[in-house]
């Protein structure tokens, strides 16, 4: 049947346009405006004349960041950080997530477990006795401590349950009728028809390992163990010119709180806009197919 076009159907696609139109360059032209002041020049940034194209094009602000060591050990401090978290956290919630998948007929205390759960993500403990139990555990200045501070992200888990509750049953029982134990049908079934759901995860547990300052600046004692968030966080109080050599200081004239701190904002985008377009086309499908079903 052939879809006939009427004027408010044409207008009402039209207005959808210009709203995605409008969200996308709400996105895009921040992005562009704090690269374009991160490349400009101290008094160009600073008398506000910056638009989304440099004015009086420079490196200095990047320069000052990449030349001290710390800022490459603490990118490295969060990239291992992503790694191990991932690590950790899908196969947990994989292996978390398939029993209470399954109804109470086949997991008799799965009400409980799943609401033991969500209860502790509406309720936690607060940071004090999240220091003490990380500390006493010898999580301090440790990449573990770094990955697992978190906990089990409930909400993850509720959406992977979802998507395996709406994988058919009947898979599941052709496998059985095979021979297959519940570890073959978890391993050879169920994860390779999760992708959707298993990338979203791993989406969102990238862009929350990564961005997360607090955590690392409460368990780590020195800037060594700085994670990137945290060191870029701490970048300015430590330019201290006390401190500095005369071409540090000459340097620095030529910057501005602005630039710098546009820089760092810059650089700590670019590893998650690198890796969100190689896990978007799975983002769309997990998150809904993950959400219908309770």
Do not use: H
Request: charged share 15%; net charge positive.
């Amino acid at each position: 049947m052939v879809e006939k076009k009427t004027i408010g159907s044409v207008v009402i696609k039209l207005c959808f346009v210009i709203i995605l139109v409008i969200l996308a360059l709400s996105c895009f032209l921040p992005l562009l405006y704090n690269l374009a002041v991160s490349l400009s020049s101290k008094a160009a940034a600073e008398a506000g004349m910056v638009g989304f194209w440099p004015v009086d094009f420079t490196l200095d602000a990047y320069k000052e960041i990449m030349k001290d060591s710390n800022f490459l050990m603490s990118f490295a401090v969060s990239v291992k950080r992503v790694l191990v978290s991932l690590g950790i956290t899908l196969p947990v919630l994989i292996l978390a997530a398939y029993p209470l998948a399954k109804s109470k007929q086949e997991f008799a205390p799965r009400n409980i477990v799943l609401w033991i759960f969500v209860f502790c993500m509406l309720f936690s403990g607060g940071t004090i006795p999240w220091y003490i139990v990380m500390k006493n555990y010898n999580l301090m200045n440790s990449i573990f401590g770094l990955a697992i501070c978190g906990g089990v992200p409930v909400f993850n888990l509720i959406l992977m349950v979802n998507f395996f509750q709406g994988i058919p049953r009947e898979l599941e029982e052709a496998a059985m009728i095979d021979g297959a134990d519940p570890w073959y049908i978890l391993m050879k079934i169920i994860i390779p028809l999760s992708k959707p759901v298993i990338a979203t995860i791993a989406l969102f547990t990238i862009v929350t390992q990564w961005n997360d300052f607090f955590q690392g600046l409460v368990l780590s004692t020195g800037s060594e163990y700085y994670p990137l968030q945290t060191y870029i966080k701490q970048l300015v109080f430590q330019l201290d010119a006390s401190q500095m050599t005369q071409e540090q200081i000459k340097q620095m004239t030529s910057m501005s709180n602005t630039t710098l701190n546009a820089a760092k904002i810059f650089i700590s985008m670019v590893p998650v806009l690198c890796i969100y377009p190689f896990l978007q086309k799975y983002f769309v499908k997990g998150i809904t197919l993950g959400s219908v079903k309770g």
